[in-house]
């Protein structure tokens, strides 16, 4: 049967509806805030937080009413997906795709309204997508992974890594070659024979993240699955802003936890008993130079999330002009980048600064692995290395002084000079 395309970008929830997934959310956060320093020294993965995050309907903030979602817009849902990395980064960064995901599916115009239904009704029921799109010793972006034909039959074979998520996940999302040397991508359960899932990813931050090893052995795709390189928001082939929208998840997680550090960091200094001989007080937390601190942290995490909080709108915006298979003009989506850049080297050089400076709060007993405030760091370091900044500011300084569009494709392998 053929579907009717719904225009779904510019939705929003009332505020009752928003009240009540607080309300829902909010528990569900505090407990894996709670439970996150026993995890990150366990080591080992823990999917009953994701499963417990699907149950309140945090993977369906975006999807709409009419497929079982909450409708929420943009704006509305990313400050759950902040205040998510704020009870632990890692569920944030393994949900990444997954939220970039509906995110194309939500811009899809009225031409793929037949992949739009089917996925927003998978994604209505709860369903999770993680994503198989990096290839490690790729020079050229050109994916080594295959999809052929062998007896009427579409088969996956290859390896990926970095495959953020899709230990949490139901479905993958997955960057291949045709048997026309043209990139595909397509979708796959991951019940399926032939996928095996490694949780190998050897960071010393994000370690949560089921960001391991996927092996595809003959895995046999069902030709529905099959779409368009460029699934969406990682390559930036299909839209515009794609490669925008990714790193605004980054900085979304990085704003969540800056806002842990100074939460944690507050509670520690509410709970010190103990103070130095030349400390400036009694008592910890009425030391002026303590309360100094911990004063201009709170500044800088105030001004993170505004500068985030400008940024989800504009997105709006081109998801829109997307959907309507009308892009923006290429100036406006050149703003929008250099917006997204210019966020970055404000909000990842202090979120680093915010996690180190907590240190300056207390003594050896703020190292103490109980308290893990160290994954903080940890955490925000992998994350601010995923797009090294360097790169970035030189990017900006070209559009700034040059008029060079910035960059809208992000690949690893070679440059592109």
Known sequence: MTQTFVPLTAQAADEDTVQQLWDQLT??????????????????????????????????????????????????????????????????????AHWSFIEDVLSRTDEQAEFQHRWLTRLGAGEIIGNAITERGNAH??????????????????????????GYADWIAVAATGEDG??????????????????????????????????FRNVVVDESELFPAGYGLDSGER??????????????????????????GTEYVRSRTRTFSHGAADVVRHDPQVLQLLGEL?????????????????????????????????????ALYAQVYQAQQ????????????????GGASA???????????????VLASHNPLIYRARILGDYLVNGKSPERKYTVGQANV
């Open 27 to 96: 528990p569900v956060f505090d407990d894996i805030a709670a439970t996150a320093p026993q995890r990150d020294a366990a080591g080992t993965t823990d999917t009953s937080p994701v499963e417990e995050l699907r149950a309140a309907g945090f993977t369906r903030l975006r999807v709409p009413r009419q497929y079982g979602g909450h409708g929420l817009s943009l704006p509305q849902a990313y400050e759950f997906f902040v205040a998510l990395a704020a009870a632990d980064s890692n569920f944030a960064q393994a949900l990444r």
């Open 141 to 166: 972006g050109e994916a080594t992974t295959r999809l052929s034909q062998r007896n009427g039959q579409w088969l996956l074979n290859g390896t990926k890594f970095y495959s953020t998520g899709t």
């Open 182 to 215: 043209e990139p595909v991508s397509l979708t796959v359960p991951v019940s399926a024979p032939g996928i095996e899932i490694l949780d190998d990813w050897d960071g010393f931050g994000q370690r949560l993240t089921a960001s391991g090893t996927t092996h």
């Open 239 to 264: 839209t515009a802003d794609g490669q925008a929208a990714w790193q605004t998840v980054h900085l979304a997680t990085l704003v969540g936890i800056a806002q842990a550090v100074l939460r944690d």
């Open 298 to 334: 709170s500044a800088q995490v105030q001004g993170i999330e505004t500068i985030f909080r400008a940024i989800p709108p504009l997105l709006v915006d081109h998801f829109a002009a997307d959907a309507r298979d009308q892009p923006l003009p290429e100036a406006d989506i050149d």
């Open 346 to 361: 404000i909000i990842a050089p202090l979120t680093l600064e915010i996690v180190t400076k907590i240190f300056e709060v």
């Open 367 to 381: 190292t103490s692995q109980s308290r893990a405030l160290d994954r903080h760091w940890r955490n925000a370091r």
